[in-house]
């Protein structure tokens, strides 16, 4: 079976700091594709930032950047310089070689002013 | 311009009712789906569409009927629903499924459904 762990089911980080939220996976397929989520109060999904698992190079979006670990199937989300918008549910997600997304069950995320 | 746009935002139906969803993107994707997701849960996939044909469905109760008029369009049709059926319901679209470039899902804001 193929799954996708978030173990932080919350955390909260000071205004400015830098968190970083943890996801490991499980999966035998050689080619997939790691995301990860915000959900703010608001509701919308949004796509931070994604990671192809052939390429070694992590991902960087701005603030967000992902620490990529394929061996030991770890995929962290790094946050610099938390603003008081990046309070959300983060949901750590993967495509395992299909049309299906497996979602982790999420982390709420709150910024300390 | 990666927006998925749904309606309505809010909607309170009785277990008689029935009513539509309907979702809509105009990014050329060939690929919705419909999610389900509970406060606090992570969404749960109901049904892919696959250029306007139903490719998955989730064993998901008759009482829920996708409809996918045209490839930018995709309806959720609502009929005798369950109170556990309130939920919020989100869209998402892809440019097709599972392509090794172009597999991300966009998702719109969702129809928040309350069934009393």
Redesign the interface.
């Known amino acids: 079976a193929q799954t996708v762990t978030q173990s932080q089911p919350e955390m909260s980080v000071q205004e400015a700091e830098t968190v970083t939220l943890s996801c490991t996976y499980d999966t035998s397929e050689s080619?997939y594709?790691l995301?990860w989520?915000k959900q703010p109060p608001?509701?919308?999904?949004?796509?931070v930032i994604?990671q192809e698992a052939y390429k070694q190079q992590n991902a960087t979006e701005n603030r967000f950047s992902v620490n990529f670990q394929k061996a030991a199937k770890s995929f962290s989300l790094k946050i610099s310089d938390s603003q008081l918008g990046d309070a959300a549910?983060y949901?750590c997600?993967s495509?395992f070689?299909?049309?299906?997304?497996t979602?982790?069950?999420?982390t709420?995320l709150t910024i300390i002013p | 311009d990666?927006e998925v746009t749904q309606t309505p935002k809010h909607l309170v139906m009785g277990m008689t009712n029935k009513k539509s969803l309907k979702c809509e993107q105009h990014m050329g994707h060939r690929?919705m789906y419909w999610y389900k997701q509970k406060a606090?849960?992570?969404?749960e996939?109901m049904f892919?569409y696959?250029y306007e044909k139903l490719?998955?469905n989730e064993s998901v109760p008759s009482r829920f009927s996708p409809e996918c008029p045209n490839s930018s369009l995709l309806n959720l049709h609502l009929h005798a629903l369950q109170p556990e059926d309130s939920a919020?319901y989100?869209c998402?679209s892809?440019r097709t499924?599972?392509n090794?470039e172009e597999?991300?899902?966009?998702?719109?804001?969702?129809t928040?459904l309350l069934v009393l």
């Open positions: 080619d594709y995301f989520y608001s509701r919308q999904m949004i796509l994604r549910m949901f997600a495509a070689g299909n049309e299906k997304l979602f982790g069950t999420g709420r | 990666t690929a606090k849960k992570p969404p996939l892919v696959s490719s998955i919020l989100l998402a892809s499924v599972w090794r597999e991300t899902q966009y998702f719109g804001p969702g928040r």
